[in-house]
């Protein structure tokens, strides 16, 4: 079971937007900046979003994310079928002293 | 531009050590974290542990008894250790760039090592 608490899944349709939730606690998210991963299938991940909510170069501004409290959420819009991937969120854990990811969540661009 | 590459054995029997090694080109390997990262066959990512530019560690509470990571700059490799292995252990070995806000900002391609006798 993972520390930070994703949906397994989410659709939509192209061109749309689609939200994706991240849930932790005052140990990670609520003390820590939290990133977003982006793994297309049969590759690495590649980190879409870093300290919150910052882009890397390269990254479309399509792709953009929050944080409050003890979650964060991760926005895709403009929906395309190249998006279909499955997103990662992570971030520090001050109590377990290591780095944790959140489950995974599968993006379906339907 | 900076890449990173995993290798090592694609096989480790029950109860032996996983080896494995990173190798770091086009840039330096100073001042950055070196971080394992591991993915079970269609499961998610878990963070093993890095080494930082100082040699010193952070590991998984989870794997602490048995990994061992450790940097070899003069090489510009980092290489990571797990005894004991079990067929828990399979899974895709990345290994990572960490920055200061602790992201991972860049990743080796993934290396599959299965443990079976």
């Known amino acids: 079971q993972s520390v930070l608490t994703q949906p397994p899944s989410v659709s939509a349709a192209p061109g749309q937007k689609v939200t994706i939730s991240c849930s932790g606690s005052s140990s990670n998210i609520g003390s820590k900046a939290v990133c977003w991963y982006q793994q297309l299938p049969g590759t690495a991940p590649q980190l879409l979003i870093y300290d919150n909510n910052k882009r890397p170069s390269g990254i479309p501004d399509r792709f953009s994310a929050s944080k409050s409290g003890t979650s964060a959420t991760l926005g895709i819009s403009g929906l395309q079928t190249g998006d279909e991937a499955d997103y990662y969120c992570?971030?520090?854990?001050?109590?377990?002293?290591?780095?944790?990811f959140g489950g995974g969540t599968k993006l379906t661009v339907l | 531009q900076v890449q990173l590459q995993e290798s090592g054995p694609g096989l480790v029997k029950p109860s032996e050590t996983l080896s494995l090694t990173c190798i770091v080109s086009?840039?330096?390997?100073?001042?950055?974290?070196w971080n394992w990262i591991r993915q079970p066959p269609g499961k998610g990512l878990e963070w093993i542990g890095y080494v930082y530019d100082s040699g010193s560690t952070k590991y998984h509470p989870s794997l602490k008894s048995r990994v061992i990571i450790s940097l070899d700059k003069a090489r510009d490799q980092f290489s990571l250790k797990v005894n004991s292995v079990t067929a828990a252990d399979t899974a895709v070995y990345y290994c990572?760039?960490?920055?200061?806000?602790?992201?991972?900002?860049?990743w080796g391609r993934g290396t599959l090592v299965s443990v079976s006798s």
């Open positions: 086009g840039g330096s390997i100073t001042d950055h974290y």
């Open positions: 992570a971030t520090w854990d001050t109590s377990l002293s290591a780095g944790v």
């Open positions: 990572a760039r960490g920055v200061v806000g602790g992201e991972f900002d860049l």
